[in-house]
């Protein structure tokens, strides 16, 4: 599965525009490298981990002569740990149930004050 059809079965298992889809996807991405470039783990419980990890510096082989020995630089490189609920649907080979919160009207405007102008509302 690529970007395109990802955003597509979202937008078809959410009921949201394809266009919002691809925003959130893209904001995901954005934030969670956002985090991983400053050392931060990215922990979705049931699905799993993302975080940064230091590799060692070490010899290698170069592929186009491999009898010469190359040094291999340390590095910081991202690394993924699936969660027990991601664990368990790739050995049953069953997905797990969709839950999604419905969808909440929001209201825009200002709120109006039950209180009248210059009266307190505490009785004395």
Known sequence: MNKSELVDAVAQATGLSKVDVDRALKGTIYNISAALSRGEKVTFVGFGTFERRNRKARMGVNPQN???K?????????AFSPGSELKAAVATGK???????????MVVGKAKS???KGKSSKKR
């Open 66 to 68: 491999p009898t010469q």
């Open 70 to 78: 190359i040094k291999i630089p340390a590095k910081k490189a991202p």
């Open 114 to 116: 039950k209180a009248k």
């Open 95 to 105: 997905a797990p149930k969709l839950e999604i919160a419905p969808k909440v009207a």
